[in-house]
């Protein structure tokens, strides 16, 4: 792989600026979206972060997978009943 000057061959986690339209939308770039195959239709969960400095997106079927997967987690629930931190 040919290494660009300013990108991180390992891992991107920038993929540029955006600009908030009037109407409140923005335009996931192309490398982004290239990335984490994100396709036109594509249903995407939008997230406040706790420290309020953003947002986060996560797709829908993503969301989906780790909801399943808590649903059959047993010491999840354990650690919820016991009233323990999770995580």
């Given at each position: ?57 996560i ?29």
């Open positions: 792989m040919k290494k660009e000057k300013g990108i991180c061959s390992k891992r991107r986690i920038v993929y540029g600026v955006v600009t908030v339209s009037e109407k409140g939308q923005i335009a996931i770039p192309v490398d982004a979206r290239r990335d984490l195959n994100i396709k036109a239709g594509d249903k995407l969960i939008v997230l406040k972060r706790k420290d309020e400095a953003g947002l986060t997106l797709k829908l079927d993503k969301m989906d997978e780790l909801m399943f997967l808590i649903q059959e987690d047993e010491e999840f629930f354990n650690k919820l009943k016991k009233g323990g931190k999770i995580g």
